[in-house]
T-cell receptor, first 115, second 110 residues
Framework: GAVVSQHPSRVICKSGTSVKIECRSLDFQATTMFWYRQFPKQSLMLMATSNEGSKATYEQGVEKDKFLINHASLTLSTLTVTSAHPEDSSFYIC???????????FGPGTRLTVL | LAKTTQPISMDSYEGQEVNITCSHNNIATNDYITWYQQFPSQGPRFIIQGYKTKVTNEVASLFIPADRKSSTLSLPRVSLSDTAVYYCLVGDYNTDKLIFGTGTRLQVFP
């Protein structure tokens, strides 16, 4: 159990467009979901924490109006990169925790390339 | 959150035991030590977690000295498929936030 999926796995878009990435917990209800960004050869950087039904908490330096996070249900969180630019090209990874368990289960990641 | 320091990279050969040490001098009383493994273009995968002394599971062992200022992940008899980046994280079990450090890039050679 504890499988997290992301969709799409890879996306290429033009500069100025918006891209939505979905994160789903397939076999459990996720009380909290996290979004990370990882540039090549670098570590994961936490972008935001989201709880179902409430606003996401963004880390310092992460623009909340650019990276819109919606956690509408206990199994789905979405990250929308608005008006994407080439510098937003990165590997975006989500994770989720179960109620009463702080272990984070990570999704497979989404590679975003902005042309 | 306690900062962690790990070697940037390590090389090994198949069949050898690999020990990756992580320093966390400012570890707090409530902090646990967790190790993750990440393959290229994949999300991190939980390996092992501990609070003190020694923890062992089917894939690794985690050694934590009494002062808890460091920890060592031990991978017995590595294979080529263990080539990955290994992250040591330290955090309060009651707070969900994980802060990833630089990680250790392990390269296993045949």
């Amino acid at each position: 159990g504890a499988v997290v999926s992301q969709h799409p796995s890879r996306v290429i878009c033009k500069s100025g467009t918006s891209v939505k990435i979905e994160c789903r917990s397939l076999d459990f209800q996720a009380t909290t979901m996290f979004w990370y960004r990882q540039f090549p050869k670098q570590s994961l950087m936490l972008m935001a924490t989201s709880n179902e039904g409430s606003k996401a908490t963004y880390e310092q330096g992460v623009e909340k109006d650019k990276f819109l996070i919606n956690h509408a249900s206990l199994t789905l969180s979405t990250l929308t990169v608005t008006s994407a630019h080439p510098e937003d090209s990165s590997f975006y990874i989500c994770s989720a925790t179960k109620d009463g368990d702080n272990e984070q289960f990570f999704g497979p990641g989404t590679r975003l390339t902005v042309l | 959150l306690a900062k962690t320091t790990q070697p940037i990279s390590m090389d090994s050969y198949e069949g050898q035991e690999v020990n990756i040490t992580c320093s966390h001098n400012n570890i707090a009383t409530n902090d646990y030590i967790t190790w993750y493994q990440q393959f290229p273009s994949q999300g991190p995968r939980f390996i092992i977690q501990g609070y003190k002394t020694k923890v062992t599971n089917e894939v690794a062992s985690l050694f934590i000295p009494a002062d808890r200022k460091s920890s060592t992940l031990s991978l017995p008899r590595v294979s080529l498929s263990d080539t990955a980046v290994y992250y040591c994280l330290v955090g309060d079990y009651n707070t969900d936030k994980l802060i990833f450090g630089t990680g250790t890039r392990l390269q296993v050679f045949p």
